[in-house]
Nanobody, 115 residues
Framework: QVQLVESGGGLVQPGGSLTLSCVAS????????MAWYRQAPKKQRELVAA???????NYADSVKGRFTISRDNAKNTVYLQMNSLTPEDTAVYYC?????????WGQGTQVTVSS
C-alpha cells in the first residue's frame, strides 16, 4: 500500500518560511506526478503545487513566486518550500500522488500563519 507522510508544519509569523516534507513508502516522485494540496477549514481542497516525473512544475497563482516544490528521489521525498507566508496560507497541507487514476493522500500537516 502506498503511504505518504507529511511533516514540517507549524506556527509561523507572516512573512516567515517553512519547508514541508513528504516521505513516500516507495519510489514515486520519479515515476508519477507528486503534488501538494491544502485545505483550510470549511473551504475546498485546492492544488498548491505539482511536480511531474520529468521535473516540470506548476503552481497555483496564489503561491507563484513564493512556494517551490522540489524532490529528492533518492530519499523518496518531495518538499514544499514556502516563503513570504501570509495568513491566507493557513491550512492543512496534504501530499498527493495519482497512480493509475487512483489517488493517495498523506494525513496532512497543519500550517498556521499568524502574528
Amino acid at each position: 500500500q502506498v503511504q505518504l507522510v507529511e511533516s514540517g508544519g507549524g506556527l509561523v509569523q507572516p512573512g516567515g518560511s517553512l519547508t514541508l516534507s513528504c516521505v513516500a513508502s516507495e519510489r514515486l516522485s520519479g515515476i508519477y506526478t507528486m503534488a501538494w494540496y491544502r485545505q483550510a477549514p470549511k473551504k475546498q481542497r485546492e492544488l498548491v503545487a505539482a511536480i511531474a516525473p520529468g521535473g516540470s512544475t506548476n503552481y497555483a497563482d496564489s503561491v507563484k513566486g513564493r512556494f517551490t516544490i522540489s524532490r529528492d528521489n533518492a530519499k523518496n521525498t518531495v518538499y514544499l518550500q514556502m516563503n513570504s507566508l501570509t495568513p491566507e496560507d493557513t491550512a492543512v497541507y496534504y501530499c498527493n500522488v495519482d497512480i493509475r487514476f487512483r489517488q493517495y493522500w498523506g494525513q496532512g500537516t497543519q500550517v498556521t500563519v499568524s502574528s
